[in-house]
């Protein structure tokens, strides 16, 4: 969990906004910080990933029944006459045909977009009294249907375990054919046959958007309140500072599983600002002390006795002096929204609007394929997407931290 | 928490009083009395906030249950209504201010109410259920990630710039960067379903039903073995910030002059570890301790639904997908209590481990 808050209070920042603006220093820094550089590339390609690859990549929405890679036993079987097993061997084989499914099954769902596109046609067979797979290979074995789609392996069972004899030598010429058809996928497809490629190439740009958003204005909240606090003094600081003490005393993310419910959630920015509203008060509190030190400093003291304002001396003064700290704590804030969010996803919080990582692991978990060998890939591709992105910003983080607090860096053990 | 702010605020001028303002000032600058006070408005205000929060949620326990009987049982709405509303002990036409005087009034007596959607049991009874199982999952994880973590960091702060120092940091900068949810269906994925090391079907609830309760090592073994995985990924998920906290706590005890003293008096270097090294460095891990506990009972909730864990975060859930007001409400309220408790425990342990605290907490 990333959310231990760093206490770098009190601490001196020195050199700060001038090495973040000049790039030399920056990249020659980084470049002697090898886990700092890791992160900071891995960030450069999640930005090529969620800003570019999507224009260059259409989202796979076709359903595809020959591409399932769902649970097995609810995956295609193709059933032939043995004579035709070489005609037959992919959907596309089965245009102009007539074809036989299970009526009142899953399986009759998906074959509706094939009719309608008027790849083939459909003969359905109810499935009652356990009759419907007897049935279906009856009329196959009478040319009544070309082939029959199922979706199970019990078709196979019943085809091994056949007690009747005189079905067994009717059905003798029939063949069962699963292997997966068609090209295959980079990441293999899903429970609808679609691309988790193109999905895990467009699954990212409302999240990491919806997450830099969040970060952005928890630490916006956060630096005005904390040196508000800090500058104000009082009861002004009393106030913010029992206010940041209660909303830290709530368990944030019970409480955003409840607001989710509360609010519809439809709006990544709503999502965001919601994220934001309980993640502010970590990091003003540390704010807080970093300008409680700060306001005792010679230049801050100087521009209060020039009365330049409080606009001029938080933005101008003590801002600039405090960027790299405030700069790290808001990657930190992006992973705890990343966190956030995509737990709300995970349970199933928010409404789906956007096909998200988030929402691939909501629906490989309910779906079932997070339990099957078969179908890892619905699942762990974008495990591994959101587990990579929030590894390149704490890397990065942690290396600027490094950077930027001389104590980190440079303390050489005494005396050994 | 109230570890600063020196300013205490002046209360308002009430010439009229000198004598209460005199001693609610008394009162307000003893440390315990004031930190003691403090815990307990916070309580009060977060079991305010909730109450109203949680009832202006969409759709109460009597509309969901009226929806469930209107569809799928065929009833007239009315017939559907007042069977729900004899069913369970929760009248939506009550005003809430009406609602929160009988609830506050409930709760100073003790008493957490009635659950409104099992209708018979009391909120109580079923936070006994399912808390030990978190505070025993969470405990259990919270122990060994900051033992295993204090003592890396350590190490890791004795070697800083080396090889391992650099490899470790990478480690736990890895594990406490990835959402703890994600590490868990990474290890289901790949351990279980994968690698097939354990079933993940098996492992769901908190022991083999199959067993009767009881200090039995056949019990014993199957509630460890259940829990293995949750606590396991409170591990992972938390040992990350145990670690790198640890070793910046120690790299810069270790360039304080007394540790540089205790040297040149010749101390044995696990005396300098472990008396002025370790001490000092462990004194931020104790707050931090504290902090941890409300944010990882927070993120049980995600956990316990992943491993079909049964604990107080699974039950949270349940609740808010059922809009059992009163179950949510003590859930909430048991979470706030832990939270402030240890913030409170933390604050007193803090002040007997370092005498620097106590000495000018006491003026």
Known sequence: MASIPYDLGGRSVRFTSNALSSGGVFFRALRRNRAGLIGFIGLMIYAVWILIAPRLIPFDDNVRLDQIASPPGSRLMLVTRADDAARYTTLDDLQGRTVGVLGNTSGEAMVEPYEEQGAFTVETERFSNGRGIPDLLEMLAEGEVDAIILFSDSVKEYLTSNTDAGQNEQFANLTVANAALGPPYLLGTDTQGRDIFSHIIHGGTTLIATALAAGLMSTLIAVMLGSLAALLGGVVDNALTAFANLVLTIPSFPLLVVLASLIRLDNPLLLALLIAALSWPVLMRAVRSQVLSLRERDYVEAAFALDLGLRHIVLREILPNMMSFVAINFIFAVTKAMYDQVGLIFLGMVPINDYTWGVMLYFGRSRGTLFSPDSASMVLSPVLAIAMFQVSLVLFARSLEEMFDPRLRTAKSPGT | ?363
């Open chain 2, 1 to 363: 928490m109230a570890t600063e702010s020196p300013a205490v605020p002046s209360g308002p001028a009430a010439p009229s009083f000198p004598i209460a303002r005199h001693a609610f000032r008394r009162f307000y600058t003893n440390y315990t009395a004031r930190t003691v006070l403090q815990a307990i408005v916070t309580i009060w205000a977060v079991i305010t906030f909730t109450f109203f929060l949680i009832r202006l949620m969409p759709g109460n326990p009597v509309e969901v249950y009226v929806d469930f009987l209107v569809n799928q049982q065929n009833m007239t709405y009315d017939e559907a209504y007042s069977r729900a509303a004899s069913q369970f002990r929760f009248d939506p036409n009550v005003s809430l201010v009406t609602q929160y005087v009988e609830y506050m009034g409930q709760l100073l007596r003790g008493d957490l109410g009635l659950s409104i959607t099992s209708s018979g049991t009391r909120v109580i009874d079923q936070i006994a259920r399912f808390l030990p199982w978190t505070i025993f999952s969470v405990g259990l994880g919270l122990l060994i990630s900051f033992t295993l973590g204090v003592i890396l960091g350590t190490i890791m702060a004795y070697k800083r710039n080396t090889a391992i120092d650099h490899a470790l940091s990478f480690l736990a900068s890895v594990l406490s960067a990835v959402p703890n949810y994600i590490w868990g269906l990474f290890i289901i994925l790949v351990l279980g379903v994968q690698l097939n090391l354990f079933s993940v079907g098996g492992l769901r609830g908190n022991y083999d039903p199959s067993l009767q309760p009881g200090f039995t090592l056949e019990f014993i073994g199957s509630v460890l073995k259940h829990a293995f995985l949750p606590v396991l990924i409170y591990v992972i998920g938390s040992i990350g910030g145990w670690m790198l906290n640890m070793r910046n706590s120690t790299v810069s005890t270790l360039g304080e002059d007394y540790v540089n003293v205790a040297r040149a008096r010749g101390l044995t270097s696990s005396r300098i570890l472990l008396a002025y090294v370790g001490r000092n460095a462990a004194l931020p891990m104790f707050t931090l301790l504290a902090i941890n506990i409300g944010f990882i009972i927070g993120g049980s909730v995600i956990i316990e639904e992943l491993f079909v864990y049964k604990g107080i975060g699974s039950f949270l859930f349940w609740s808010i997908t059922q809009r059992d007001y009163t179950s949510m409400q003590g859930v909430f309220l048991i979470i706030t209590i832990s939270v402030v408790v240890s913030n409170l425990l933390a604050d007193l342990l803090y002040s007997r481990l370092d005498p620097r605290v106590r000495v000018s907490g006491g003026k």
